[in-house]
């Protein structure tokens, strides 16, 4: 039983934040914005936050300091994806190109800003993780639950089912997630009642780059003491939760669970009774999460219905 916990738990830490940065994508191309970037804007929140918590650990600690650095990422991935935003949006880029290169510059511009703001000059930033909680009261007396959910955990876990029920909330309960969903279809017939196709896909990219930036550190804080300028291909592993989630909030977590359980097989493999003992070189136990991503996409793209308009550079004139 006890190795049932381990694993649950596991697949917590790895499968919030695909969560977090899968619905911060599915806002994006629910505007009509396609938006690759999601690992570039992680890596980028995930160093500003980790670096703001590098330099306030002397002054404060536990999850005070980590509701702050939730703070910061996620303003520091908003501000990177209104270059995506511009690009894509004002400029009718190719929304392709614009996300692939935002991936590119980010990790360079965390190894350069890292080595020169440190006074070690080395890219790799260090941090005291001071922000696990042993067991949350009363709630982990609770029978099985408790267990599972209240017990060796961190408050990012509980912040992404509370951005689940936002997000569900507002994408169809809300005049905003109409007026959005709207954009992602049919922009023309938005704009014909008077909708800002302009401003909603801002929201939208805005939204994204937000909720990418807290999943960098929400990746990173459970699984590390330190960040080096990657977040190991989640970005990219979060598009095919949103793909293989069909751009709504249920079914991306249910992927995201998949994906999770996936990425903790290839990670813990060695604690799991019955896989250990297998003669599987590790480098193949490691591949585990990406080859799931490769047949579940084969099996299941044909029956992909994105928004009609994602990834169509919006032109007022055009009818």
């Known amino acids: ?39 570039g804007i992680m890596v980028m929140g995930a160093f500003c936050s980790i670096f703001f918590i590098n330099r306030m650990q002397d002054v404060m600690s536990g999850n005070l300091l980590l509701i702050l650095a939730i703070l910061v990422a996620a303003a520091s991935g908003l501000v990177f994806s209104l270059l995506h935003a511009y ?10 190109i614009s996300g692939t290169a935002l991936n590119m510059i980010a990790p360079a511009v965390a190894i350069y800003m890292a080595r020169t703001l440190q006074t070690n000059g080395v890219q790799q930033i260090n941090f005291t993780n001071t922000f696990r909680i042993r067991e949350v009261p009363l709630f982990s007396r ?23 029920a936002v997000s569900a909330f507002v994408l169809y309960k809300t005049r905003f997630g109409l007026r959005l969903r709207s954009c992602g ?41 330190n960040f080096n300028a990657t977040v190991a291909g989640y970005g990219f592993l979060a598009l095919a939760v949103l793909i293989f989630g069909q751009w709504k909030p249920l079914r991306i977590l249910f ?21 250990k ?42 009818r």
């Open 1 to 39: 039983m006890s190795t049932i916990y381990f694993l649950f738990q596991q697949m917590l830490l790895f499968s919030v934040p695909l969560l977090i940065v899968a619905l911060g994508g599915m806002f994006s191309e629910r505007s009509g914005v396609v938006n690759i970037a999601l690992e």
């Open 87 to 96: 690009a894509a949006i004002n400029m009718r880029a190719d929304q392709t």
């Open 142 to 164: 609770i029978p099985v639950l408790g267990d599972l959910l209240f017990k060796n955990t961190y408050i990012t876990t509980y912040l992404g089912l509370v951005i689940l």
């Open 185 to 225: 279809e049919h922009p023309q017939a938005a704009d014909s009642v008077g909708i800002n196709v302009y401003r909603i896909r801002y929201a939208g990219v805005m939204i994204s780059g937000a909720l990418a930036g807290l999943g960098g550190l929400v990746f990173v804080v459970p699984t590390s003491t």
């Open 255 to 275: 992927a995201a669970f998949f994906f999770g359980l996936m990425k903790t097989i290839a990670a813990s493999y060695s604690g799991i009774a019955g896989l």
């Open 277 to 318: 003992d297998l003669p599987i070189p590790s480098d193949v136990y490691k591949m585990i999460p990406y080859i799931a991503t490769l047949i579940v996409l084969a099996f299941t793209s044909r029956k992909s219905q994105a928004p009609r308009a994602s990834g169509v550079p919006y032109d007022k004139g055009s």
